[in-house]
């Protein structure tokens, strides 16, 4: 498991926020019109981008501090694309929104993508690509996670694998503590889970 790793010790996880979309107790942004859709049914967030160049995300206050060690865990269903486009995670930005840290996947190819970017993508501040295997049997079933560890993060596409990245938390700062899903132009996807965990560290680890 993703939590097997040589860079801490790991004394407790404390669920901070899980929700498996029974009821939208967690108050997601639920909203129909011409160029977007979101609902939740079947204990899923249905998430739908109908617009044909404007990115969309779905957001809300991650329940931590900033000086907090997490995790955010989300297994993502890619329903419907134009054949073009990326979905994933969004954090660590404020309301105005003006810069988001972004983990995401091409719809088209087996690569990922983790940058720090403007809202109107005229400047990406840092940026990771790269390829990736599928799960087994996943389908166009994806696991998305995120974990910060003191001045890091550890990003994972898969349960049982190494992480796909590893960068310094200065290069994706976190401006505000909201966080959410991310969709481009002619997407649609549903979530059935998302989890966040308050990561309890053991001080005196050395490795």
């Keep these: 498991m993703i939590f097997s790793l040589p860079i801490a010790d790991i004394l407790h996880s404390e669920i901070l926020l899980q929700d498996d979309f029974t009821t939208n107790i967690r108050g997601w942004e639920i909203t129909e019109d011409e160029e977007e859709k979101s609902f939740i049914k079947d204990s899923h967030y249905w998430m739908e981008n109908k ?58 190819s087996t690569r990922l993508s983790i940058c720090r970017f403007e809202k109107n993508h005229r400047s990406i501040f840092h940026r990771f690509s790269n390829q990736y295997e599928k799960g087994m049997n996943s389908n166009n079933k994806q696991f998305f996670s995120i974990m910060r560890i003191e001045d890091y993060y550890y990003f994972f596409l898969h349960k049982d694998k190494r992480p796909m990245y590893i960068c310094h938390t200065s290069q994706l700062c976190m401006d505000g503590l909201r966080f959410g899903f991310y969709l481009e132009p002619g997407i649609m996807i549903r979530c059935d889970k998302i989890t966040v965990k308050r990561l309890i560290l053991n001080k005196g680890f050395t490795g």
């Design 51 to 108: 617009s044909e160049s404007r990115w969309m995300f779905y957001h809300k206050k991650l329940p931590i501090k900033k000086e907090d060690n997490f995790i955010i865990m989300a297994q993502i269903d890619l329903l419907n694309h134009q054949g073009y486009g990326q979905y994933g995670l969004v954090w660590g930005f404020d309301k105005e929104h003006k810069i988001l840290n972004r983990f995401s996947v091409s719809v088209e």
